[in-house]
């Protein structure tokens, strides 16, 4: 693994522990205990360690809460494909801190990176992210009156000082340190961000006392500097650092990447669901060559990737997944069995998410307002 996460490559993790304690990141086990104390019960990502890792959880938004504070979940998408399971991920973390916590959400559509970065036309992009993404975070569950949408290039005033200031707040060494070698257009994507996360603490946009960022540990490099350049802008505005949490990446289909520019091995929630039954029939397991080889030696279903969905996504229950997590262990279940039951499971969830799709598309361009050019 590389001592250095890049925010917009591809990256396969084999040790979250080693990796945690190599950026510093804290454990979120340790959280739960406290999260329960407050009278919060922990959510399925929490519980089955999908969610690894935290900075300031606690002190942010346990705290914050307990002393009366108004805390805020921000996360961002970036406008360049398809809303696809990977990003169900953080929808579903978006909906338990809306619902369980209480806590304000904002969503930054992130066109300004898009274009600049993976270079998207801006129709497009505006299209995509109201479309796709705006419209399955309804869809799912995301309570709209709770929830401001809004897009990078878009955003008033005092978001876009915090751009500049924080342009002098850092060097181009430090950030070279942190990204590695970097093009204008990922300097100011970085700074952006930056803006994205601090700016619901403005008194224009809320003045929050925390905000919580949930991402995957890939876009950790964004929170080490705003955290810093939120120590080096005391005195010029008042700020505080933001929490994060961090949660495992899903994989593919093929076990790489769960990526929208790699549609073979990647289930879209827009995806028919023969497609996606048929996605899901050819995916990678952790079964051995034969039937009966798996029967005496059983499967694994740490490398496999239908156990993958079970667990992050289309078994809610934890002992039925501990007994599918056990048959498969003990040669009990058969992959092609197990990939018949998870597609039933999959079609059910993609018919009535559908079903739901329409009628939020109709209402998402009225949900946000589309920058002008």
């Not at 890939?218 to 933001?242: C, F, K, M, N, Y």
């Amino acid at each position: 693994m590389a001592e250095r996460l890049d925010p917009w490559g591809t990256l396969e993790v084999k040790d979250y522990d080693r990796l945690r304690r190599v950026f510093g990141i804290r454990p979120f086990q340790e959280v739960i205990p406290k999260l329960r104390e407050a009278g919060f019960e922990p959510s399925l990502h929490m519980r089955r360690g999908i969610l690894f890792g935290h900075r300031d959880f606690d002190k942010v938004v346990l705290e914050g809460l307990r002393s009366g504070g108004r805390v805020a979940v921000l996360t961002g998408f970036m406008p360049s494909g398809r809303f696809h399971f990977g990003h169900k991920l953080t929808a579903d973390q978006l909906i338990y801190y809306q619902r369980t916590l209480g806590l304000k959400v904002f969503v930054a559509i992130a066109d300004a990176e898009a274009f600049a970065v993976r270079r998207i036309p801006r129709r497009e992009a505006v299209r995509i992210g109201v479309e796709e993404y705006i419209a399955n975070l309804i869809a799912l569950g995301l309570d709209p009156d709770e929830t401001e949408f809004y897009f990078q290039t878009n955003r008033g005033a005092p978001y876009y000082r915090l751009i500049q200031l924080a342009s002098g707040r850092v060097t181009a060494a430090e950030m070279e340190a942190i990204y590695g070698d970097l093009a204008p257009a990922k300097v100011v994507s970085a700074l952006t961000q930056v803006a994205d996360i601090l700016h619901p603490q403005l008194e224009e946009y809320g003045g929050y006392t925390g905000v919580l960022v949930p991402v995957g540990v890939d876009q950790d490099p964004h929170l080490r500097l705003t955290r810093d350049i939120v120590d080096r802008l005391s005195g010029v505005v008042r700020l505080t650092r933001p929490a994060s949490t961090y949660h495992k990446l899903i994989r593919g289909l093929d076990g790489g990447k769960m990526s929208s520019s790699r549609p073979d091995y990647t289930i879209f929630l827009t995806d028919p669901p023969e497609v996606a039954r048929r996605k899901l029939m050819r995916a990678l397991t952790g079964g051995r060559a034969t039937a009966e080889e798996q029967r005496r030696l059983g499967g694994v279903p740490e490398a496999c990737t239908v156990y993958d969905l079970y667990l992050y996504h289309l078994v809610p229950d934890d002992e039925e997944l501990a007994r599918i997590y056990r048959d498969c262990r003990s040669g009990a279940l058969l992959c092609g069995e197990c990939k018949r039951m998870a597609a039933e499971r999959l079609l059910e969830f993609l018919e009535a998410h559908q079903s739901k799709l329409e009628e939020a598309r109709e209402t998402a361009w009225s949900l946000v307002e589309p920058p002008s050019f």
